[in-house]
């Protein structure tokens, strides 16, 4: 593999005192940290926690609320930066080619001021000019060997072979280019624009073993800062360096805390811990008990001290009575026990007024999966929600399997795949990118699809679909400006809404249930498409890719509920982490035989 080289060695990125705000909501607060040349740094936090809006800060797309974004290279110039997000860098009117093109300029137009310079030095001039032409060539040959100029068409076919679009014809325009593809041509034309600095915002997702081997690769030989925000908990693992954590943390109690407390706002600061994201993991259950911990004992403090400095107080036992009734000696007694009894007063205010000073807030609720439940029957009235597709059979329930598949095939999309399901079975599809994965989900949840081979769908069987790209019901073409309450309405029906509202599930803050769909972070969405799947679990439930855009704590959480739960499920997924810790039916498609199969019309029972 051929990796570029695109930053000088001394070209570094850092964010100082970041705090943004969208309309009334506290997104990020007070963020600070570097991020050197040679650096691979992982943000992470839960969906919502502000990972794409400090990626879009630090590209300067968008100007914080507060603070200031640095970016330097040698000489005080100011670098380029590459941000891979959710927009396309090209237009879909675009070919394939014609992206590439644009993609490459700056490696090209380094190699053009290096020819124009070579040229100049054969004209003649005084001894001040060919000097400066001098220095200009060497500034020029630097800029050409550091982009790798001379290697640029082998990166070109390495970098699309690596990401697995090589085939795909040069011609075809963008717009005609399945999601996935449109995903990974995103992130070849990223890495081959040579940026200084690079940033990515889930560079993994639509990504097979293959293709995130190459972009590792490709990552941990980037000479410049590399800041990318990712879900993949094995790419973690692998790429990164360090890791930056955008959730709460242990601070003193102030507004901004009792904010964060709330649920009204994000974490303040960060907290950076160096090593795996495996380690990481048991640092930051360890972080959470001894913030839990912690704050209980200095609450039970509080309260101690609270009453030591409001009560009344006597020295002594309160039936005691001085041995002399006389005047002075009741006199002296008082005077001696209001004495003892303010400095006692005193110095619990004191330690209070001290204690309350610095004590930490309260850790925020965390989001806790309610899991999945048993499957129900339909029940008032139906959801017809895109983001969660169902499908049902009025006919009573066998007791054969629920999926009966003999060599069912798609004409160049999917090969011919058999297998079988019985009811409460767990089967994960697995492949390389192309292989079919999402076509084999599609013909599961709408049995009508074109195809060839025979598939039996027990009669009977509720199926739900959990797509990678979370689109909704909108009966009312209010479109992304509805709340996200009013979204759930809209997807489960009115009275499901009412019965088992979208708090139900743990998987939105209160906060956000009542901003606008647009308010929402990718991962968020996927999350509220999962409410509305589940919220009448259906017998067979189908997820395509489940673990994109989810933060690691509901892709493990959603991981044990898939385990115990007493329907059906088909998972689509390339999450390595998910893979090695599968124990149940396993399907590996291969993408090889994706031609037209001779056969029958599929048959659907």
Do not use: C
């Not at 040349?37 to 100007?63: D, M, P, Q, W």
């Not at 904010?259 to 495996?278: H, K, N």
């Not at 209001?338 to 004590?359: F, G, P, S, T």
């Not at 073409?477 to 009115?494: I, M, Q």
């Amino acid at each position: 593999m051929v990796a570029p080289a695109p930053a000088p060695a001394s070209t570094h990125l850092r964010l100082d005192d970041v705090s943004h705000t969208y309309g009334g909501r506290r997104v990020l607060t007070d963020i600070t940290f570097a991020v050197p040349s040679g650096a691979r740094v992982g943000l992470i936090g839960e969906n919502g926690s502000g990972k794409s809006t400090l990626l879009r800060i630090a590209a300067g797309t968008l100007v914080p609320s507060k603070g200031t974004v640095s970016a330097t290279a040698p000489g005080g110039g100011s670098p380029r930066i590459g941000l891979l997000h959710q927009e396309p860098p090209f237009a879909g009117a675009d070919t394939i080619l014609t992206a590439l093109a644009a993609a490459t300029r700056p490696v090209l137009d380094a190699a053009a001021r290096l020819d124009a310079a070579g040229a100049a030095l054969a004209a003649p001039g005084d001894t001040a000019e060919l000097r400066a032409r001098e220095t200009a060539y060497a500034e020029a040959l630097d800029d050409a060997e550091r982009l790798g100029a001379w290697e640029l068409e082998t990166r070109v076919e390495r970098t699309l072979a690596g990401l697995g679009i090589e085939s795909i014809p040069r011609d075809r325009r963008t717009s005609e280019l399945s999601g996935g593809q449109r995903a990974r041509l995103s992130l070849a034309w990223t890495i081959l624009n040579s940026p200084d600095v690079l940033l990515l915002d889930e560079p993994t997702n639509h990504l097979d073993d293959q293709a995130t081997a190459y972009v590792i690769h490709t990552l941990t030989r980037w000479h410049g800062p590399v800041l990318f925000a990712s879900h993949d908990r094995a790419f973690l693992d692998d790429a990164a360096t360090s890791l930056v954590d955008l959730d709460p943390t242990p601070r003193p109690h102030t507004r901004a805390a009792q904010l964060v407390q709330d649920g009204a706002g994000s974490g303040i600061g960060v907290a950076r811990f160096t090593g795996s994201y495996s380690q990481y993991v048991e640092e930051r259950r360890r972080i959470r008990s001894r913030w839990e911990e912690q704050y209980a004992a200095e609450q039970a403090e509080l309260r101690r001290l609270r009453a030591s400095a409001g009560a009344g107080q006597i020295v002594g036992h309160g039936e005691w009575k001085p041995r002399t009734e006389t005047r002075a000696a009741q006199k002296f007694y008082a005077d001696r026990n209001a004495r003892v009894v303010a400095r006692r007063v005193n110095d619990a205010k004191a330690r209070l007024d001290a204690l309350a000073a610095k004590q930490i807030a309260a850790p925020p609720l965390e989001l806790a999966f309610a899991g999945l439940e048993a499957p129900t029957s339909p029940r008032l009235e139906p959801a017809d929600s895109l983001g969660s597709d169902t499908h049902s059979s009025s006919a009573a329930v066998d007791d054969g399997p629920v999926i009966a598949a003999t060599s069912i095939a798609v004409a160049g999309r999917l090969a011919p795949t058999t297998f079988t399901l019985r009811r409460g079975g767990k089967l994960l599809v697995t492949g390389p990118n192309g292989a079919g994965k999402s076509t084999l989900l599609s013909l599961l949840a709408r049995p009508g699809e074109p195809g060839t081979g025979s598939l039996r769908v027990a009669p009977g069987t509720r199926i739900g679909l959990l797509e990678q790209d979370a689109t909704f019901a909108d009966p009312r073409g209010l479109g992304d400006s509805r709340r996200v309450t009013d979204v759930y309405a809209d997807g489960v029906g009115a009275r499901l809404a009412a019965e088992r509202p979208l708090s139900t599930f743990g998987l939105l803050n209160a906060r956000d249930e009542g901003v606008p769909l647009s308010a929402l972070s990718v991962g968020q969405r996927r999350r509220l498409a999962l409410a509305i799947l589940i919220a009448s679990p259906p017998d067979l439930l189908l997820f395509d890719e489940p673990t994109n855009h989810l933060s690691p704590a509901l892709a493990d959480a959603l991981e044990l509920a898939v385990t115990n739960f007493t329907g059906t499920v088909v998972i689509a997924s390339h999450d390595p982490w998910l893979r090695t810790r599968w124990d149940d039916q396993q399907l590996s498609l291969t993408p090889e035989a994706r031609t037209k199969t001779p056969g029958a019309d599929m048959n659907i029972a």
